[in-house]
């Protein structure tokens, strides 16, 4: 069996998760991603049924996100502009490759979930 | 020359070159053609010049599966149901002549490109002005908006252009009853095609009216053309000779009905973060010039090649701002998205969202469990009404939200947010069902006499001098609505019996 670099990515968020909390990196990109947010609270809204759906855990999903990022070649910038940019590339790659969200109907892009999913855990105080 | 069926004396005789059954799109269309191709012309039609309910009701029938409205879907007088047409025109696609055999779609024994020079006449007949349909250069050229530059090669935008629309019992009126080479007989209905004792050829066509008279034409060459259910009604109830249906030898006649399938309301939500994106001529239908023009959204016929696919056409129209009504559980999300959607957007404006809702038409799979039959109840003039069987299948359930989903990937890579809002059930409910009132397949077209009622020329197989016009031929329907269709065959059939092709 080979070991995928999303099984890697995975194992590492899980890890991440044991240690309970955010690293500071971490918690900088978390920031910088949910500031991209014109409205938290309805991003959150988005989220929450996602999250509960699917089980879904916090550090997983900003690592997953990141991971997304990054293949559009993101560095770790917080200038909003850019990640937006960032953002827009990721969510037409999503759209491009299958990776789709339906959240009522809705089909939103796994990057665009991952960010409302973002939202919620940090209005439940879990980031 | 208009001639009321109903003063022809009883057992009166007529002969004539051509007898033309039914003056709707096809058949107003094959008169005029030959208004002046020296041949003796009579077109019959079954109604007046306006519409009276006695003769309406002669539509009537019985539905089979969906309950179907046979007598409301059809209008029967001169101009047949261009009479209350809405206009849409556009012509098939490429693919649509192809046959999807993995899908049981036949192919057409024509090409596009076959059609094309009659689709261009068709255009002049159906007033649609001189702009091509799939160029959108001098769309953009005349409005100045450029069609939506959705990634990825699924979906495109494809245009319809609006015939005024064109009600062919009174655009082309003049034409046809002032040609000294045609006679008109209204009132006056075939019940009876009578071939030869061979069913070779068509011998005689018996006509009844309302008021009790019964008459003969005794044409040289015959072209019925009455309508999708109606051309197979009249060959199935012409059974004197022929004891399944003339023409019916290998138990086609009325089977492989066809129906666009569209649903009540609308099949999918689109949410987009800034209300200016979406161009005016999507959402409204605008005049150009001398045309009347809307764009919609239909896969690309390379997707539906790879996918086996079957064909949409997608509508949008402004549906209400985001969290405005309705307040709908399934619309609670709205403002969410939107917002969701802005965050996203470099460059900000204060625009508002918008949600727009799509209605679609959807290509059916031809199947020979729909279709139409004799039932046993009998009209006014003791024809037995026709049967409907016609259900659509999980097939087109799965194609349409295939469709959708190819709809959302592409507005989602695009900027906006798609909620797709057919449910994915085995079966159809019949509320969920909507159609387009446009009849089609009953007489299938096929050069093998075994999978088709006509050859390429619309010939019935076997019979030398019967001809059937209108969508009944029709082997595949695409998504998009007949009549543009209907006309350009009329037109080539015209043309084919002017040469001398057709005999």
Redesign the interface.
Known sequence: MTLSRRHLLTGIALLSLWSRGLHASEADAADALLA????RA??A??GSSWVQKDHLQPDAILEQLQVRLRQQGWAGEVNP?HL??L??AA??E???S?A?V????????RT?AE??ALAYFASQGIL | MFIDGRGVPQGTTIETDIAIIGAGAAGITLARELRDAKRQVTLIESGGLESDDATQALYEGESGAVEYPLAESRLRFFGGTTNHWGGWCRPLMPIDFEGRGALGIPAWPLTRADLNPYYRRSQQICQLGAFDFDDWRPWQEKTGLAPLPLPGDEIATRFFIYSPPTRFGETYRDDVANAASIAIYLNSNVVEILPDAAAHRIERLKIATLSGAVFEIRPKLCILATGGIENARLLLASNSVQTTGLGNGNDLVGRYFMEHVTAPGQVAAIAMADETRIPYYYLHTPDVDSASMRAILMPTDDYLRRTNGLGISLSIYEAHKPGAEPKTDPARLEPSVVTLLRSMEAGKTARSGMIYGVACALEPVPSPENRVTLAQDRDALGLPKSRLTWRPTRTERDAMNRNLTALARAFGAWGGAVQVQVSDAADWADPEIGWGNHHMGTTRMSSDPKQGVVDADGRVHGIANLFIAGSSVFPSCGPVNPTFTIVALAIRMADHIKTGRLG
């Open positions: 991209l947010l014109d409205d309805t991003a809204g988005l502009d937006r940019s953002m827009g969510v037409a999503d759209f491009r299958g789709i339906t959240i009522e109907g809705w089909q939103v892009a665009q960010l409302c």
